[in-house]
Structure formats: structure tokens, C-alpha cells
């Protein structure tokens, strides 16, 4: 039986060789007592390639998002967030379980935020509102297929933010993505956050973990929520080695998600029912809709899968995710069931 090609999300990657035997042969300690050689290595890289002063590992891109709302905020606050965006919609509301702060969600064109309309929406003083303390950005955008955000819209966030005292944290889960289509470091990037939030479990290809960036008080303070969460872990340098070979082997990579994406898009687009517009795809994700005379989105991911492809329904349709174990073989055998189920 033929395998399966698995675009549902680029958390899907099993492990390189690299990678288990780094955790094979990782030099372990207590990373809660401070002493694992292993993760203080992977924090100290991340530190330096985002620019940042210090970095925390953590077990999720969640709990990095809610560690970093959390040390931004306190109760009786605000929180700007792109109404699409991934730590507002899809982390199980952590913004009022964990940190009891509001959001106030924005529309956005592709997760740029109307920087007008951003300072439109900075509450006034008055005992009344809840103070406004945090904006979140996020790039590239999951919910919007993938989306690079304009580095100028972020940078006019960022002078809003400067000029009202309001942080800013970045959700950075595929920063790396960003900044292979724009040829902007990731530096750059973590410079508009006061914190930045990466994944290494996605396009990456670590099995576990993220890293949260930012400068030494702020991690300070956030070792102790992740602590306080749950989130302090033992021998964890085991984990932290495939990180540490996700961010030295694996970033470079990235590339070619996007070419297969775009190639995919690029030859989907024609078919009868599909709606998507291909320039829409700049890096490894493509949300496409159905508009067809009897096929539900349901029957037509049963139909795909039952040729072994898989893919998830979403907000907008369904996704599709490139990532390091889909390579143009898979990108032509979904092409063809495509053809298959469309065009028959
Ligand atoms: C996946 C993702 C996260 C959360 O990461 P998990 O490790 O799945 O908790 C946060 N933000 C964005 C944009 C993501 O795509």
C-alpha cells in the first residue's frame, strides 16, 4: 500500500537522523536546578540569533504565548490581537484563563494591522476601561495561509507602541519562514517584539519545543510562570538537542516548503471548484475554498484521504502544509487525486 502524503500541518515531521542522535548522545542535567548543559546551549543560540539578551525553552508554542501575555500583563488589562490570529483563536483562550485580560480583536489585510486603527483602539485613562498594556503581531500568519507581514506595518505598530509605553509580543512560530521570503533576519524581526515566541516543532522539524526571546528580566520572570505552569522540565536537554540541530541544519531548508506550496497552488488553482488565489501563497501553507455542485469540504478530504492524502478542514476551506517529509512526489500524487476527483 502506497504511503501517506500528510499536508495536514507542518508539525506533522518525524525526527532527522541528526536529530536522534543527538538526543541519543545529548550531556544532560537539571534543567530546573539550572544545570543542563544541553539546554543552556540551545537558549544561548536562540538568544543570539534572534538578538535578544536571554531565552527560555518551552515545551509549546502555547505555553510560550501565554508565558509571555502573562509577564506582560496584569488584571484589569487589554491585549490588541489580530481577530485571525493563532494565540487568540487556537490556544484555548489562555488570554483570560491564564493571564484574566481582555482581547480586543482587529481585522487586519494578510495580518497587517491598520496601524491607525491599532491607536484608535489604545484605551483612554478612565476608570471605566481596562488599561491597554500589550499588542500581539504574528509572522508569518497561520490563519491567513501563511501571510508575510509587511516589515513597514510592523515597524508602525512598533513607534505606536513606543509612543503609548505598550509592549509587544511577536508570535514568531514560523519567523524563520518570514524571513526566507523577505530577506529580512530574523533579528530584525525579534527588534519589533519585546518578546518573541518560535517554534522549533514546526517547519523546523524538532519533535517538541519552542524557544520565548527577550531580554534578561523578562525571561527572568518567565522561567518562573513556566515553572509555575508546569512547564519546568528535568533532563530536558534530551529534547533541547534536536533543537539545537533544528536551528543549525534545518532552517535553510525552509525554501524548499515554499517552492512545492507554490508549485501546488500554482496547478490547483485552474481546477474546476477550487477557489484560491495563488500569489496568496508565500511560504508553506495554502487555504483554499470549495465551490462545487456536490462535493461537501468533508467528502472531498475523504476523497483524498481514501488515495491517501491527508489534509485538514479550517476556517476558509482546507489547508494544505508543506514541510521536510512531503517532497515533489507528494506534491504530484496530490496534484493527480485533485485531477482525479475534480475533473472525473
Ligand atoms: C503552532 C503555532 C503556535 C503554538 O504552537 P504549539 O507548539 O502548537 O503550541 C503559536 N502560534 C502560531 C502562529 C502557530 O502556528
Known amino acids: 500500500m502506497d504511503k501517506y502524503s500528510d499536508f495536514r500541518s507542518d508539525t506533522v515531521t518525524r525526527p532527522t537522523e541528526n536529530m536522534k542522535k543527538a538526543m541519543a548522545e545529548a550531556v544532560v542535567g537539571d534543567d530546573v536546578l539550572g544545570d543542563d548543559p544541553t539546554v ?25 504565548n501565554s508565558i509571555a501575555i502573562k509577564v506582560w500583563t496584569k488584571e484589569l488589562e487589554e491585549v490588541i490581537v489580530e481577530e485571525r490570529a493563532h494565540l487568540y483563536n487556537m490556544e484555548s483562550t489562555h488570554m483570560t484563563f491564564i493571564s484574566r485580560v481582555t482581547p480586543r480583536p482587529l481585522s487586519s489585510n494578510r495580518g497587517a494591522m491598520d496601524p491607525e486603527e491599532v491607536e484608535r483602539n489604545i484605551r483612554k485613562p478612565s476608570v471605566h476601561f481596562p488599561r491597554t498594556s500589550l499588542i500581539c503581531v504574528e509572522n508569518t500568519h497561520n490563519n491567513l495561509s501563511g501571510a508575510v507581514v509587511p516589515m513597514e506595518n510592523l515597524k508602525a505598530i512598533r513607534e505606536i507602541a513606543d509612543r503609548h509605553e505598550i509592549k509587544i509580543h511577536f508570535d514568531g512560530a514560523r519567523v524563520f519562514n518570514a524571513s526566507h521570503v523577505s530577506g529580512i533576519s530574523v533579528k530584525e524581526y525579534a527588534a519589533i517584539g519585546d518578546s518573541l515566541m518560535f517554534c522549533l516543532s514546526k517547519g523546523l522539524s524538532a519533535p517538541v519545543g519552542s524557544l520565548l526571546v527577550g531580554d534578561r528580566d523578562f525571561i527572568d520572570y518567565a522561567r518562573r510562570v513556566r515553572k509555575a505552569l508546569g512547564g519546568g522540565m528535568r533532563q530536558v536537554g534530551i529534547l533541547a538537542a534536536p533543537g539545537i540541530v533544528a536551528l543549525t541544519e534545518m532552517v535553510d531548508r525552509l525554501k524548499e516548503d515554499h517552492k512545492r506550496a507554490k508549485k501546488l497552488a500554482l496547478a490547483i488553482a485552474d481546477l474546476p471548484g477550487i477557489i484560491l488565489n495563488p500569489d496568496h501563497i508565500e511560504t508553506n501553507m495554502i487555504i483554499f475554498d470549495l465551490s462545487h455542485p456536490s462535493l461537501t469540504i468533508p467528502d472531498f478530504l475523504a476523497k483524498l484521504e481514501e488515495r491517501r492524502i491527508l489534509a485538514l478542514a479550517t476556517r476558509g476551506g482546507i489547508r494544505f502544509v508543506t514541510h521536510k517529509d512531503i517532497d515533489d512526489d507528494d506534491i504530484d500524487r496530490a496534484y493527480a487525486a485533485f485531477q482525479d476527483i475534480l475533473t472525473r
Open 40 to 64: 543552556q546551549k540551545l537558549e544561548s543560540l536562540s538568544a543570539d540569533i534572534m538578538g535578544k539578551e536571554a531565552a527560555l525553552f518551552v515545551p509549546s508554542g502555547t505555553m510560550g
